[in-house]
């Protein structure tokens, strides 16, 4: 039977790692993620797993120990933030490339430099383009949600691709709330166990890993890393569906928050999302047709379902935690992401951008309402005055 318990964010993902019961965790300790490792550390320690826990000397270690022990046929999980996964580039690479089902709890933290330990999402925005399957998570209940059902997704024998399941960093990692704990039992029989189909440890039927590709097999494996990558898609949902059954969840590829009738909505990952949504209720009781849609998966990017969702709006904002470089006037990933897919599902509407929240700057309930009226006026208008505006930023 499940039971409610007060938990930060990294506590939560650690509680779903202990019913979990990983065959192997490699990680290194970084801020705002140490925590989980510790929690973790601490049920390892008291015997309430039997998960071999490998201390390392860096996170590029880390994930290097994570592709060994997951290439052998073990449940591998780790977790880490910012310069930790930056350090990691080279091997989640090659995690993803050597189709290992690793799971990974990124505590969202700026990137270096200037050094900075707070929130945005530059860390997780500089390797979606590296093979794995990306999730976000508001709060810290959808971050032991989506650790559960990340396993799922990624020991599918249709995708076996590694998944990191992303929250923000000291604002979920380290804020308490109530999270439902659902019974060992019912997560156990949820992840059920993980069966590989290949293993190096398997002496009968000998695999290779790692070997040299020049041109006259690179480019078979990066296709089929692709198609694992749109198969994914399928696999989310059904995942999702018997998981919202099982435990009286509604997970999907993202949420609308009173879109169906919204004029103007805004798009917005993670933790702002939640005071987005209070927002979205103001400005209704002042009888204003404003909407919020939530993506939860960003990997595989579902171009065509987002399209479909805000195809009937008048005016969209995306609200990115992190810069596209280089892009039109340095418009975000999230942007760059939403208007590719608008365009090719041929949804024209003006899209309007704002950047926010770098290095954990607060946003504020008033900074999201401008974002509102703004898009109010773009709705009136038709047209966007300003692409990309720096909410709360000393011009």
Request: aromatic fraction near 10%.
């Amino acid at each position: 039977m499940s039971k409610y318990e007060a938990l930060t964010g990294d506590q939560a993902v650690a509680t779903a790692m202990r019913q979990i019961n990983p065959d192997v965790v490699a990680a290194y300790p970084i801020t705002p993620q140490t925590e989980t490792v510790e929690f973790f550390a601490e049920y390892v320690a008291n015997g309430e797993v039997t998960t071999d826990f490998i201390c390392v000397e860096s996170e590029h270690s880390a994930m290097s120990a994570c592709v060994g022990a997951s290439a052998a046929g073990a449940r591998v999980m780790t977790a880490t933030s910012s310069q930790g996964l930056a350090l990691m580039w080279e091997i989640v690479y090659i995690a993803a490339s050597y189709r290992c089902p690793i799971v990974m709890s990124l505590v969202n933290r700026a990137l270096s430099g200037p050094i900075n330990i707070h929130c945005d999402h530059s860390d997780v925005m500089g390797v979606r383009d590296s093979g794995w399957i990306i999730l976000f998570s508001e709060n810290n209940q959808e971050a032991y949600d989506n650790v559960i059902q990340a396993v799922r997704i990624a020991e599918h024998p249709d995708v076996l691709l590694p998944v990191m399941v992303c929250q923000d960093g000291f604002i979920t990692s380290h804020a308490m709330e109530r999270v439902e704990v659902y019974d060992d039992a019912d997560v156990k029989a949820f992840v059920g166990t993980y069966k590989p189909k290949q293993s190096l440890l398997d002496v009968d039927n000998p695999m290779t890993y790692g070997a040299l590709h020049f041109y006259d097999y690179y480019y078979e494996s990066k296709r089929q890393q692709a198609e694992a990558m749109e198969k994914a898609r399928r696999v989310v949902l059904e995942v999702a569906d018997e998981f919202n059954r099982k435990f009286g969840r509604n997970y999907g590829l993202f949420e609308a928050y009173r879109l169906d009738d919204a004029d103007v909505a805004v798009v917005v990952a993670n933790s702002t999302a939640g005071t987005a949504k209070v927002v979205v209720d103001s400005l209704r009781a002042q009888g204003l047709k404003v909407g919020l849609l939530k993506p939860r998966v960003f990997r595989p990017f579902p171009a065509k379902e987002l399209a479909e969702a805000l195809r009937h709006l008048k005016a969209i904002a995306v609200m990115d935690r992190s810069i596209a470089f280089g892009y039109l006037n340095n418009a975000g990933p999230l942007f760059v992401e939403l208007t590719a897919a608008l365009a090719l599902h041929g949804v024209h509407i003006p899209v309007a951008d704002y950047i926010f929240g770098l290095g954990g700057r607060d946003i504020k309930p008033s900074e999201i309402e401008s974002v509102y009226r703004d898009l109010l006026r773009v709705a009136e208008t038709g047209r966007v005055e300003r692409l990309v505006t720096y909410l709360s930023v000393r011009e």
